[in-house]
């Protein structure tokens, strides 16, 4: 049983600042690439940014220059820092993980999800 658990959602002002975690958990045997999706209401699902094991990185256009993701691969943790804040920010950010299990067989890959996060930024 593999979990993602996200956090450090909130309430901030336009211009503010957050620092988001998603930690996995289980019986995990290696994580692949990690990566954060928000989704507004009335809208789609939609990518933020995604780190491979090795630290490459990926940005929609929409958050380059003001988001920063990263992980702590001896922690099972991927982080995204947040700044200069818009409205349009607004959504519930989740966590997805790429990740290999051995459970009494060959190794399976798959994508888990976290539960989601809340950020709801003011003007």
């Known amino acids: 049983q593999v979990q993602l658990v996200e956090s450090g959602g909130g309430l901030v002002q336009a211009g503010g600042s957050l620092r988001l975690s998603c930690a996995a958990s289980g019986s995990i045997f290696s994580i692949n690439a990690m990566g954060w999706y928000r989704q507004a209401p009335g809208k789609q699902r939609e990518l933020v940014a995604t780190?491979?094991?090795?630290?490459?990185?990926n940005y929609a256009d929409s958050v380059k220059g003001r988001v920063t993701i990263s992980r702590d691969n001896a922690k099972n943790t991927v982080y995204l820092q947040m700044n200069s804040l818009k409205p349009e920010d607004t959504a519930v950010y989740y966590c997805?993980?790429?990740?290999?299990?051995?459970?009494?067989?060959?190794?399976?890959?798959?994508?888990?999800w976290g539960k989601g996060t809340l950020v709801t930024v003011s003007s």
């Open positions: 780190i491979t094991e090795g630290g490459s990185t």
């Open positions: 997805n993980a790429r990740i290999s299990t051995v459970v009494l067989g060959p190794i399976s890959v798959r994508d888990y």
